[in-house]
């Protein structure tokens, strides 16, 4: 008895996942609803896209930094190889000065001061050209995923003009295949739509309006034409009366009868 409990539950419940399923299928291929799941496919793809058009404008900002510190450390290059091209020129002036006594020359305190000062501006000459070198490989590989990037999203915003292009194409394609498939339905007899029905009950209705009028302009016409026959009988049969009348002299003894109640009606004399 369980087991067919559970056969008849698990039949309805399958049963029940089939209409819905059925029923979503059908909710789904309505235009209304094709048209609206196309705008918010759209308004989806239409932020994705934004959210990566920031980011884009945000590796371009970190690409113009990039290029602002990379022409900042190379005029501090510039600068430290300027230096120390004058303190190696401050030192060649005291050898000039001590006539090539090295001694002497390594014993001046300005020597040292140029000595120490080169060897700083070497250094520090050295770090910022690594540093350089470094800013200047990030940048190239900036640039090239910028422009990348750039053609992702111009390829994304056709891609975009397409499926709206294609969600009007959509709907007229489903709208025109609905009414083919009604009108074969209707056809083989098959169709289930009230439309048809519709369109034939209101057509019948039509037609029963136009002969109900057509009947009455009839009926009134008939009306019309059988008074005017009993009125031109009645004529025709009064003046035959007459003509018989007067042939059989009724028409004058009426007369005669007429004439003596019209004296009785004179006032006598006094």
Same mark, same amino acid.
């Given at each position: ?34 048209? #609206? ?5 759209? &308004? ?31 005029? $501090? ?9 004058? #303190? ?10 001590? /006539?090539?006594?090295? /001694? ?29 070198? $470094? ?41 025109? #295949?609905?009414? &083919? ?28 309006? /136009?002969?109900? #009028? ?15 026959? &009993? ?7 009064? $003046? ?31």
């Amino acid at each position: 008895m369980f087991k067919a409990v559970g056969k008849y539950f698990r039949a309805v419940w399958y049963l029940v996942t089939f209409r819905v399923t059925k029923a979503g299928d059908t909710l789904r291929s309505n235009p209304g609803v094709i048209s #609206a799941n196309y705008d918010r496919v759209i &308004e989806e793809k239409r932020s994705r896209l934004n959210q990566y058009k920031d980011a884009v404008s945000a590796m371009i900002a970190q690409e113009e930094s990039k290029k602002e510190k990379l022409r900042q450390i190379t005029s $501090e290059i510039e600068k430290l190889e300027k230096l120390r091209s004058g #303190a190696a020129a401050k030192a060649k002036q005291l050898v000039e000065r001590y /006539n090539g006594d090295i /001694n002497a020359v390594r014993n001046d305190p300005e020597y040292l001061k140029c000595q120490s000062a080169y060897k700083d501006f070497t250094s520090t000459l050295a770090e910022k050209q690594e540093r350089a070198q $470094e800013i200047d490989e990030d940048l190239k590989q900036l640039v090239a995923n910028v422009g990348g990037h750039k053609t992702q999203i111009q390829a994304l915003m056709r891609e975009l003009e397409k499926i709206k292009e294609e969600k009007h194409d959509a709907v007229a394609d489903v709208l025109s #295949a609905t009414e &083919e498939q009604q009108i074969s339905d209707m056809m083989t007899g098959l169709s289930n739509d009230r439309t048809s029905e519709e369109l034939r009950e209101l057509r019948e209705l039509r037609n029963r309006a /136009n002969a109900g #009028a057509r009947v009455s302009r009839e009926l009134a016409g008939m009306d019309t034409k059988r008074a005017e026959a &009993e009125f031109l009988e009645y004529a025709q049969s009064s $003046e035959a009366d007459d003509e018989f009348d007067a042939l059989i002299g009724l028409t004058q003894k009426e007369d005669k009868q007429s004439a003596p109640q019209q004296q009785d009606t004179r006032i006598p004399e006094a």
